[in-house]
């Protein structure tokens, strides 16, 4: 990693909302589970949006951290012990907000939800909630930068890190950052989510 992108490398403000959930829609249009939640050409890129605007708005900017860099190509979204899962009061209030993302398949996003909810790390745990990269800034270490800062906290204070990875290729960045696959998750014939969890100072 250079000093450039160290440097570049800092906490969003609630002010960038609007712009990181458009990286992350960008970064996002070809994962496949969401891309599977929402099939193409039912307006994706912009229910992308909405879905990351809830995340950072209700879970990343309220009781995480947001990470991002230069030109906000890239954010990670971070929730810190006790925090990785959405109050169910939230829950209910942003349920017309979901419904707007996901239409006639909200029934299949929301069980899909519950089956990651219940088998999520259960020991308190930093959780990256998600982490994007626009296509045209990948594979040039912003993915790693954005991860670092949260990843180096769990080695100093002794505590493990949880994601789910969408993608073999994401999950091979996870593995060189430390994580070991904990489950694979398919449901009604989704493509796989590997359960991932890194325990502090495992980095290999
Ligand atoms: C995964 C992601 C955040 C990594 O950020 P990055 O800046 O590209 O990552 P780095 O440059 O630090 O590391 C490169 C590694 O990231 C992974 N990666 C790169 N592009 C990727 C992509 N489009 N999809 C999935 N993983 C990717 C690969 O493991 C790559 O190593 P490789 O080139 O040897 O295959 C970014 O590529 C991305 O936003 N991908 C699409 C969305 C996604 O899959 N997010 C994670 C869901 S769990």
């Known amino acids: 990693m250079t000093v450039d992108m160290q440097e570049s490398c ?20 070809d994962d496949p589970v969401l891309g599977w939640l929402l099939p193409a050409g039912s307006g994706r890129e912009e229910r992308l949006r909405r879905f990351f605007k809830i995340e950072l708005r209700h879970m990343a900017f309220t009781r995480g951290t947001v990470w ?12 810190p012990p006790g ?30 939800q519950a089956a990651m909810e219940l088998r999520h790390e259960r020991r308190p745990h930093w959780y990256i909630l998600a982490v994007g990269v626009r296509p045209e800034h990948q594979g040039r270490g912003l993915g790693t930068t954005l991860l670092r800062p949260t990843l180096d906290r769990c080695d100093r204070e002794g505590l493990p890190a949880y994601l789910e990875a969408s993608s073999e290729r994401s999950a091979a960045l996870y593995e060189r950052l430390g994580f070991d ?14 359960l991932m969890a890194r325990a502090p100072g495992a980095e290999r």
Do not use: K
């Not at 959405?86 to 006639?104: D, H, I, N």
């Open 10 to 29: 800092r906490r969003a403000t609630a002010a960038q909302e609007g712009e990181l959930a458009r990286t992350l829609a960008a970064a996002f249009a």
């Open 83 to 112: 925090a990785w899962q959405l109050p169910p009061a939230v829950a209910l209030a942003q349920g017309p907000a979901f419904g707007r993302v996901f239409g006639r398949r909200l029934p299949i996003a929301a069980a899909f």
């Open 181 to 194: 696959h904990v489950r694979e998750l398919r449901l009604f014939g989704s493509p796989p989510l590997w």
């Open 68 to 79: 991002s860099c230069e030109g906000a190509s890239g954010a990670a979204l971070c929730m």
